[in-house]
């Protein structure tokens, strides 16, 4: 519990504004420094281009995975503010691309397809010219209409184009004298942002994962089919105690030989680490979870993580309410086990109470801490709304001095979020964590 500092999430946000805002005024000063294009828009084309380059390199950094962000921030916020940085990406790109033809058909007083034509013969500009096509596809398929409809698989194989956007606007840039080496700083400069940004990237989904699984070894340890849709996973390995999991954190889980390398699911962590074994809890939803309870005792597992700030890391007062809805009952279960005795309410949504994952360990974890648990089931829309600000004030009347956390559905989680904003519970004091990363 945390008072009187300053919330990780705060120092993790205020690190990454820092880092944005250094790298604009170094490029800012670049831009006057380095004298103007060969015609005014030109000059407004370099400068947008050399705000695209820290845009890319800021992306790099929001998907690297790096601990010290992720434990403070979570993987969940990072990807949607990944989603929106790619979007003005996209858009400053295009504004980039355009000035450049139009810059260059004005001075050679020609159309601008013309131009077109004649700059795409130019290596330089050939590579930028790929590098924007990509973008401009995957920003396509990314938009909610199509990317709604398209398979998750084939959506992530368009995405992962992105790396090899990347590595063209770097050879782009590299060439392109005017942007990288218009002085010795702005070499320096380029090239250490650059080597950081991609060393991160690789760092943190590369090396530590692959790091990970060589160190500690994953191996199915047991498979409990806890209904006839849902299963529990144990999962075993050496050193386990020096694995850096929380209760409340997720995994991204693999198992060789039963599905496909490519085929990973996220799932979160429904038991604390105890420094011997690790538990995932799914319900079958799909054919990756719902072929878990057939995944044999003894085979590997290669597992990612852990990933996650719904952690009690972030908790700023005594007392706990913890609101899942459906297998959201997971990271809860586990924050149970961390939980002192005292001062803590669950509230469990579900339509009916054979279909609450856990709840017998949850009555257990809940009675051995003196908590309470209501567990509200019934189909929305029947009624009161169970997570309306009336019901939720009635249920737990001192809910504004509380940490709240929760995690289920996206729209359960959307309309406890609604409410608790109606109530006046602080921000700081609310932790979600939303399904779905993509």
């Known amino acids: 519990m945390r008072q009187g500092t300053i919330p990780p999430v705060v120092a993790a946000r205020l690190a990454l504004w820092t880092f944005v805002i250094v790298n604009l005024v ?74 450049v033809v139009l810059g260059y058909a004005r001075l050679d007083d020609a159309s601008m397809t013309k131009t077109f034509f ?19 596809v995957v920003g396509a398929v990314s938009g909610r209409y199509v990317r709604q409809r398209l398979r998750y698989e084939t959506w992530h194989g368009l995405h992962l184009l992105l790396y090899l956007a990347l590595g063209l606007a770097f050879v782009h840039q590299l060439q392109e004298t005017t942007t990288f080496s218009s002085s010795a700083f702005a070499k320096i400069y380029w090239w ?13 989904r590369v090396v530590m994962p692959l790091w990970r699984n060589a160190y500690h070894r994953f191996r199915v340890a047991e498979v409990v089919a806890e209904s006839d849709d849902v299963v529990s996973v144990r999962v075993t390995g050496r050193h386990l105690d020096r694995l850096p999991a929380r209760a409340g ?27 011997r074994t690790l538990r995932l809890t799914a319900k079958a939803v799909g054919s990756t979870s719902a072929g878990l309870r057939h995944v044999p005792v003894g085979s590997r597992a290669f597992v990612e993580g852990p990933y996650g700030a719904f952690t009690s890391l972030h908790r700023t007062r005594p007392g706990a309410l913890l609101i899942a809805g459906g297998v959201g009952i997971t990271p809860v279960r586990a924050l149970l086990e961390e939980e002192p005795a005292g001062d803590v309410v669950v509230l469990y949504r579900v339509r009916s109470e054979k279909d609450a994952v856990l709840v017998d360990e949850v009555r257990t974890l809940v009675a051995d801490r003196g908590g309470q648990l209501h567990l509200l089931t019934g189909r929305t829309g029947e009624g009161n709304p169970p997570f309306g600000p009336d019901s939720l004030r009635a249920l737990v009347p001192d809910l504004t001095e509380r940490d709240v956390y929760v995690c289920g559905p996206p729209a359960m989680t959307s309309a406890v979020l609604s409410a608790l904003r109606t109530l006046k519970v602080p921000q700081r004091r609310v932790h979600a964590e939303r399904f779905g990363l993509a």
């Open 118 to 136: 004649a700059l795409a013969g130019v290596p330089a500009s050939l590579l930028g010219m790929l590098a924007a096509a990509i973008v401009v």
């Open 26 to 99: 170094i490029v800012e000063a670049l831009f006057l420094t380095a004298g103007t294009g060969k015609n005014a828009v030109l000059t407004v084309a370099k400068f947008f281009g050399l705000h695209a380059a820290v845009v890319m390199l800021f992306q790099l950094l929001l998907v690297a995975r790096l601990p010290w962000l992720d434990r403070r921030i979570g993987m969940d916020r990072l990807t949607v503010w990944h989603r929106w940085v790619g979007f003005t990406l996209l858009w400053t790109l295009l504004t980039h691309a355009v000035l």
């Open 192 to 204: 250490a942002l650059w080597l950081f940004a991609f060393g991160a990237l690789v760092t943190g």
């Open 249 to 275: 954190q997720f995994c991204i889980w693999r198992f060789p030989g039963h599905n496909h390398w490519w085929l990973a699911n996220p799932f979160s962590l429904s038991a604390a680490p105890d420094g």
